[in-house]
């Protein structure tokens, strides 16, 4: 069965400690992306990548990084620059090259501040 | 700078009858729109969408329309039942080699038995 895996589901974070969340894929898509949820708002994109070895900054990259060494793994690291983590984080992933093919979600990890 | 706007953050409607959310957008450079659904704690799920080149798509009980001179969307669910009870996000793309979708706030909607 394919699709999008994210982990942890919950994870807590100290003050002025780095923290990367997880995502693997195993649809065989090119493209995958970060964004960020909060309360009662929309999905603002952090990162996104259309290959391997290869990202781009999207709305929102400050106090983010990324990696893609592999097709199917997207890992983001949430850094102590950014001020306030507290969030609903969710990796999605696309075909690249055909635009009417829309984007699959994982289920999300939860990010707290201790 | 909101470039993709639900001015309705919640709807209720009774069971049996349609829904309607609407959603505008500001970006003439979009082409490509959808609409996800989402329950609580989990990610969202890709529900339909619509190219700029038509003004109507439709699926099941399903159906989004596009009126591109108003610059507006709009999702009509009918006979609403009350699995359809969730958050749905419009979204929109002006697509670059990468989907890079800009959301809109989400509505929630609620169907009432």
């Known amino acids: 069965d394919g699709g999008i895996t994210q982990s942890p589901k919950y994870l807590f974070r100290k003050e002025g400690q780095n923290v990367t969340l997880s995502c693997e894929q195993n649809l065989n898509h090119d493209a995958m992306y970060w964004y960020r949820q909060d309360p009662g708002q929309g999905l603002r994109l952090i990162y996104y990548s259309q290959i391997v070895n290869d990202f781009q900054k999207g709305d929102i990259a400050e106090g983010y990084s990324v990696s893609r060494e592999k097709k199917e793994s997207f890992p983001l690291t949430v850094t102590s620059a950014q001020k306030n983590p507290t969030a609903f984080y969710l990796c999605a992933s696309s075909i690249v090259g055909q635009p009417n093919q829309p984007q699959h979600f994982g289920d999300g990890t939860r990010l707290s501040i201790l | 700078d909101q470039q993709v706007k639900q001015n309705s953050p919640s709807l209720s409607v009774q069971e049996g009858r349609i829904s309607i959310l609407n959603c505008d957008y500001t970006?003439?450079?979009?082409?490509?729109f959808l609409w996800y659904k989402k329950y609580p704690a989990e990610g969202p799920t890709f529900l339909i969408s619509?190219?700029?080149?038509?003004d109507k798509n439709e699926d099941g009980r399903f159906t989004v329309f596009l009126n591109k001179s108003a610059k507006h969307l709009s999702l009509h669910i009918v006979p609403s039942q009350p699995g359809d009870s969730a958050v749905y996000f419009c979204a929109a793309s002006d697509y670059q080699g990468a989907q890079k979708l800009v959301f809109g706030q989400g509505t929630r909607l609620t169907i009432n038995p």
């Open positions: 619509i190219s700029s080149i038509k």
């Open positions: 970006n003439s450079m979009f082409d490509y």
